[in-house]
């Protein structure tokens, strides 16, 4: 029985000091050092580190300089035999070359003064007429296309439909609108054009000028969908007709008038209730090239050998890119999409590099992974996990992804800041479930939020960071993100709206849970099938 007791008490002292050792080295990250970081990542002269731009590779020569300073090893082999820390890849991109509008001596250019649906093509200048469509609108009712032949030609038309001085729409013959006035309609009205033999479909918007200009920065991002990049070369079907949305200044010089004959026509429509096509013409010149381009980028890998487990890798992973600059100039700084990631990153490397410098190395390999091409779908650590895996995938125990680990969001914002949603934990492996949960209320007590991890969540955030490309070869994987909140994907994601001290939690979390996982007997079991 003494023998027993003895024996159970050098147990609980060796946990004691195990947990003490994770607690003096997490506790070496700390939101100024997080904060210092990322003051270089998320400032002005890295241009919103867009991928395959010049910020981008700025960003990976910091990031390289900081794995090499903790002594964490480049593994990367390139053709001549040399390791670095750079994994460079070409992305192939097709995107937009000249892109401009010619009208009344004034040249309008993509995207900073006008929004294009869909994908098409006119590779040299072309000279096309233009003429007045009214609201575009094709009913029995009221229609625009009664007496106007609009073939080879580009239609001015106007967003909406026509309202009487009274109130009521034309249509609708009431205060109601008619679906000519919803979202929808927009597509409606250019395929009605398109059908009817338009050259091209300019649309005027209805918001005020300020409005549009807004909604011009909000879509620069979404637009980005017309800037396609892949991991090989790639075709794209394209048309010849192309959908504009416009203002109302862009507009009246395309038909070769002025705003205010403009609006008296369009008060013309809406005082008599007729259709008043054809009364405005013009000519423009076009041009709307698609290209072909290939950048390169990279992954930024470090790796820390482990002791008598290191042919089994744990992986800390976050996305270094982000969208770069906006039409109007405004730099997006991303720096919680997804510095705060990076930063964490970093500092868990220093944390693990200490610890092992100082005799309390992990038992298992670590490689703590910055890609890029997450903004333009994944694509970094697509080629990390499909096409040039470094390290063995079938040796990669788990993958602990971060991004956007420093903002409070909209559900959260005036209620809590000790917060983190957790995704993916309990998808393939219920002991990393257990780990995390464990981790947490043993060191860092934060709330655990598992909203997003509901496959029913319409958000779909598990498929929508980098974590997913390993989770879909089985390895298990865990994300952490603390949300989407007002600034995201815009200028406004700068370090001063940061919230270092839950950048720092969210941080510590991530390095015990990894803690754990390096140290622990054996390997995670992958025993969960989970959408």
Same mark, same amino acid.
């Given at each position: 029985?003494?023998?027993?007791?003895?024996?159970?008490?050098?147990?609980?002292?060796?946990?004691?000091?195990?947990?003490?050792?994770?607690?003096?080295?997490?506790?070496?990250?700390?939101?100024?050092?997080?904060?210092?970081?990322?003051?270089?990542?998320?400032?002005?002269?890295?241009?919103?580190?867009?991928?395959?731009?010049?910020?981008?590779?700025?960003?990976?020569?910091?990031?390289?300089?900081?794995?090499?300073?903790?002594?964490? #090893?480049?593994?990367?082999?390139?053709?001549?035999?040399?390791?670095?820390?750079? #994994?460079?890849?070409?992305?192939? #991109?097709?995107?937009?070359?000249?892109?401009?509008?010619?009208?009344?001596?004034?040249?309008?250019?993509?995207?900073?003064?006008?929004?294009?649906?869909?994908?098409?093509?006119?590779?040299?200048?072309?000279?096309?007429?233009?003429?007045?469509?009214?609201?575009?609108?094709?009913?029995?009712?009221?229609?625009?296309?009664?007496?106007?032949?609009?073939?080879?030609?580009?239609?001015?038309?106007?967003?909406?439909?026509?309202?009487?001085?009274?109130?009521?729409?034309?249509?609708?013959?009431?205060?109601?609108?008619?679906?000519?006035?919803?979202?929808?309609?927009?597509?409606?009205?250019?395929?009605?054009?398109?059908?009817?033999?338009?050259?091209?479909?300019?649309?005027?918007?209805?918001?005020?000028?300020?409005?549009?200009?807004?909604?011009?920065?909000?879509?620069?991002?979404?637009?980005?969908?017309?800037?396609?990049?892949?991991?090989?070369?790639?075709?794209?079907?394209?048309?010849?007709?192309?959908?504009?949305?416009?203002? #109302?200044?862009?507009?009246?010089?395309?038909?070769?008038?002025?705003?205010?004959?403009?609006?008296?026509?369009?008060?013309?429509?809406?005082?008599?209730?007729?259709?008043?096509?054809?009364?405005?013409?013009?000519?423009?010149?076009?041009?709307?090239?698609?290209?072909?381009?290939?950048?390169?980028?990279?992954?930024?890998?470090?790796?820390?050998?482990?002791?008598?487990?290191?042919?089994?890798?744990?992986?800390?992973?976050?996305?270094?890119?982000?969208?770069?600059?906006?039409?109007?100039?405004?730099?997006?700084?991303?720096?919680?999409?997804?510095?705060?990631?990076?930063?964490?990153?970093?500092?868990?490397?220093?944390?693990?590099?200490?610890?092992?410098?100082?005799?309390?190395?992990?038992?298992?390999?670590?490689?703590?992974?910055?890609?890029?091409?997450?903004?333009?779908?994944?694509?970094?650590?697509?080629?990390?996990?499909?096409?040039?895996?470094?390290?063995?995938?079938?040796?990669?125990?788990?993958?602990?992804?971060?991004?956007?680990?420093?903002?409070?969001?909209?559900?959260?914002?005036?209620?809590?800041?000790?917060?983190?949603?957790?995704?993916?934990?309990?998808?393939?492996?219920?002991?990393?479930?257990?780990?995390?949960?464990?981790?947490?209320?043993?060191?860092?007590?934060?709330?655990?939020?598992?909203?997003?991890?509901?496959?029913?969540?319409?958000?779909?955030?598990?498929?929508?960071?980098?974590?997913?490309?390993?989770?879909?070869?089985?390895?298990?994987?865990?994300?952490?993100?603390?949300?989407?909140?007002?600034?995201?994907?815009?200028?406004?994601?700068?370090?001063?709206?940061?919230?270092?001290?839950?950048?720092?939690?969210?941080?510590?979390?991530?390095?015990?849970?990894?803690?754990?996982?390096?140290?622990?007997?054996?390997?995670?079991?992958?025993?969960?099938?989970?959408?």
């Amino acid at each position: 029985m003494t023998y027993l007791k003895y024996g159970v008490g050098l147990l609980f002292c060796c946990q004691l000091a195990t947990a003490q050792t994770a607690t003096d080295y997490a506790n070496t990250i700390l939101a100024a050092d997080l904060e210092k970081h990322l003051r270089v990542l998320a400032a002005d002269d890295m241009e919103g580190r867009e991928t395959g731009k010049p910020g981008q590779r700025k960003a990976a020569d910091y990031i390289a300089q900081q794995f090499a300073a903790e002594k964490l #090893q480049p593994i990367v082999k390139s053709e001549e035999g040399k390791t670095g820390y750079l #994994q460079p890849f070409k992305l192939y #991109q097709k995107t937009w070359g000249d892109f401009y509008v010619k009208a009344a001596g004034k040249t309008y250019t993509y995207p900073k003064d006008f929004i294009v649906n869909g994908l098409f093509a006119v590779m040299e200048e072309t000279p096309v007429e233009t003429v007045f469509a009214g609201y575009g609108i094709l009913t029995d009712q009221y229609n625009d296309y009664a007496k106007l032949n609009i073939q080879g030609k580009a239609v001015v038309i106007l967003e909406g439909e026509p309202k009487k001085a009274n109130g009521n729409y034309v249509i609708s013959n009431s205060t109601k609108p008619s679906d000519w006035s919803n979202e929808e309609s927009v597509r409606k009205k250019a395929l009605i054009a398109k059908d009817k033999g338009a050259e091209q479909v300019f649309i005027i918007s209805a918001e005020s000028p300020e409005a549009y200009r807004r909604l011009v920065a909000q879509r620069t991002a979404l637009m980005g969908r017309f800037n396609r990049m892949s991991l090989k070369p790639s075709m794209e079907k394209i048309g010849a007709v192309g959908t504009f949305l416009i203002t #109302q200044e862009m507009g009246a010089d395309l038909l070769n008038t002025t705003p205010a004959k403009l609006q008296a026509a369009v008060a013309k429509i809406n005082k008599t209730g007729k259709a008043n096509s054809g009364a405005l013409k013009g000519k423009i010149n076009l041009k709307a090239e698609r290209k072909d381009e290939t950048l390169e980028s990279s992954n930024v890998l470090g790796f820390l050998e482990g002791s008598d487990k290191k042919d089994e890798v744990v992986i800390v992973s976050a996305h270094y890119d982000h969208i770069g600059i906006s039409a109007d100039g405004q730099v997006n700084n991303g720096a919680n999409d997804d510095g705060s990631g990076t930063v964490s990153v970093i500092e868990i490397a220093q944390a693990f590099a200490k610890a092992k410098a100082e005799g309390h190395g992990p038992r298992r390999s670590m490689l703590f992974l910055t890609v890029s091409g997450e903004e333009k779908g994944l694509l970094g650590s697509e080629y990390y996990t499909d096409m040039n895996p470094v390290l063995p995938l079938a040796s990669t125990v788990c993958d602990l992804n971060i991004d956007m680990v420093g903002r409070v969001d909209d559900l959260h914002e005036g209620k809590s800041d000790n917060y983190i949603y957790v995704i993916g934990s309990d998808k393939l492996s219920s002991e990393l479930h257990q780990i995390s949960e464990d981790a947490n209320r043993k060191y860092t007590m934060m709330e655990l939020d598992y909203k997003y991890n509901d496959p029913n969540d319409p958000q779909r955030i598990y498929y929508r960071s980098d974590h997913y490309n390993f989770a879909k070869h089985k390895i298990p994987i865990i994300f952490y993100f603390n949300g989407l909140h007002a600034d995201y994907h815009r200028p406004g994601d700068d370090v001063e709206k940061m919230n270092f001290k839950l950048a720092e939690k969210s941080a510590r979390l991530v390095f015990y849970t990894a803690w754990e996982i390096v140290n622990r007997e054996n390997k995670l079991v992958v025993d969960s099938n989970k959408p």
